[in-house]
């Protein structure tokens, strides 16, 4: 019942930016901790940031300092701005949200996931 699409992903030459959203729908009650998470081919997946419903934030060191997330509660959305950019930032995007939802007569608390943006950074 609970959905998460992402968007914003394209291809961005080296030192450009890209803003991804990751929008959630569905009977939701509320959306704690979300993070973006990526991964590349013949590579794990990594957790790119996190943001609890606290605030605060969590970011992989390859990205400190270029990457921001940011949530907008009244949306149910969450960003991730990425600026400068590189080749080794390429990879399928998926956001993850573990949110209170309503189903069927019932109240669940699980996480959810996108289905991926892909970003590709040419040198």
């Known amino acids: 019942q609970v959905q998460l699409v992402e968007s914003g992903g394209g291809l961005v030459q080296a030192g450009g930016s890209l803003r991804l959203s990751c929008a959630a729908s569905?009977?939701?009650?509320?959306?704690?901790?979300m993070g973006w998470y990526r991964q590349a081919p013949g590579k794990q997946r990594e957790l790119v940031a996190a943001l609890t419903s606290g605030g605060s934030t969590n970011y992989a060191d390859s990205v400190k300092g270029r990457f921001t997330i940011s949530r907008d509660n009244a949306k149910n959305t969450v960003y991730l701005q990425m600026n400068s950019l590189k080749p080794e930032d390429t990879a399928v995007y998926r956001c993850?949200?573990?949110?209170?939802?309503?189903?069927?007569?019932?109240?669940?608390?699980?996480?959810?996931w996108g289905q991926g943006t892909q970003v590709t950074v040419s040198s």
């Open positions: 993850k949200s573990n949110v209170r939802y309503y189903s069927g007569g019932y109240y669940y608390t699980d996480d959810y």
């Open positions: 569905g009977s939701i009650l509320k959306i704690n901790a």
